[in-house]
């Protein structure tokens, strides 16, 4: 049982946050030092993406907060479906799914999160929202003149799985998210084209998808480790 924050991570996993910080902060100091609102988001993001991998709620908490900082990111640069996706779908989700966290601890372990099986009814359920959310801010987003509109597009479907299946506490969120930090990156690279302080949230993203890579396989080993339990 993780009975301290600060002291349920292994040694690899605090190697893992460690190098992800110190890369953030030399790219940050190198490329963008006039935003330090994204040095601050980003030392946010990568540490709830620490506590996702272990299936704490606390890394849902941290996203809430990493979410509302993002849109303000994706404001100064106009990409407003970013702006929109996080602010008013990824924030208040992931409130939900600290909430669904909450509610189903593994056993008497409140830090966490007992892994659930997508059910077929789920899938339906994903697949039919994610085409209406996808759809619908295809059609805000070209009335805003968003900047690369199929990306930012894309980057909302993605978005929108990642966040349904955190709360349906799946194993496939985090390749959900590790699929949108991909969209990221090529936003933020072609951002960084034309900003060159742009560069730390695009080393920001690429760590982001080392880290969640690492949460899906923490989250099998720790959804085998649940049902080998499970009498």
Known sequence: ???????????GEK????????L???????????????????????TSLLYNAKGN???????????????LISYTFS??????????????MSAFALFSWLKNPY?????????AQLQKRDIRQMLLLTAAVTLLFYFI????????LLLSTLSVATSFLAVYLTYKRSVLFALAYAANDL????????????ERSYLSVLTCFILFFINDFYTFISWRRICRRQRAETP
Request: proline share 3%.
């Open 141 to 148: 987003l070209r009335a805003l003149h968003t900047p690369n």
């Open 107 to 115: 056993g008497e372990n409140r830090a966490e999160v007992e892994i």
């Open 57 to 71: 709620p606390f890394g849902q908490l941290l996203m809430v907060l990493f979410s509302l900082l993002y849109g």
């Open 183 to 194: 969209v990221l990156i090529a936003l933020w690279a072609l951002a960084a084209l034309c």
């Open 79 to 92: 990409y407003y479906g970013e702006m929109a996706t996080y602010l008013f779908m990824t924030a208040p």
């Open 1 to 11: 049982m993780c009975k301290k924050l600060l002291y349920c991570f292994s040694a």
């Open 24 to 46: 953030i902060a030399a790219s940050f100091f190198l490329f963008g030092r006039r935003n330090y609102l994204t040095l601050i988001a980003s030392f946010i993001g990568i």
């Open 15 to 22: 190697l893992l946050w460690g190098g992800s910080v110190l």
